[in-house]
């Protein structure tokens, strides 16, 4: 199995394509990430824009036309969700072993 070389995801990436399976712009992305990390994970303007333009050349995401000219909206792509598909399957698995192993620790 080939491994996608833009794996592993960090934490903010993950969150950030996860808040674009649903179009947005920068102030609702930083709004979606913050209530899906729960507070844990606050983008700063600069920090956001640097991923998405990222994601961009990367063509993990797009942007795509706004009713208000002055806003940037993006969205994810088939590759940005392939990707996020991907690295779930990772963690997951690395969950299952954690278990296995903690499982195993006490018996």
Do not use: C
Request: net charge neutral; proline share 5%; hydrophobic share 45%.
């Amino acid at each position: 199995m080939n491994r996608n070389p833009l794996l592993p995801l960090t934490e903010t990436v993950h969150y950030i394509l996860l808040a674009l399976i649903e179009p947005g712009h920068g102030y609702a992305i930083m709004a979606r990430v913050e209530s899906m990390s729960d507070g844990a994970v606050r983008l700063a303007p600069g920090t956001l824009y640097g991923a998405l333009e990222t994601l961009v050349k990367q063509g993990l995401i797009v942007r795509v036309e706004s009713a208000d000219p002055r806003r940037k909206v993006y969205r994810i792509t088939e590759a940005g969700f392939g990707a996020l598909a991907q690295d779930a399957d990772r963690m997951a698995h690395m969950l299952r072993v954690f278990e296995q192993i903690r499982g195993g620790a006490g018996s």
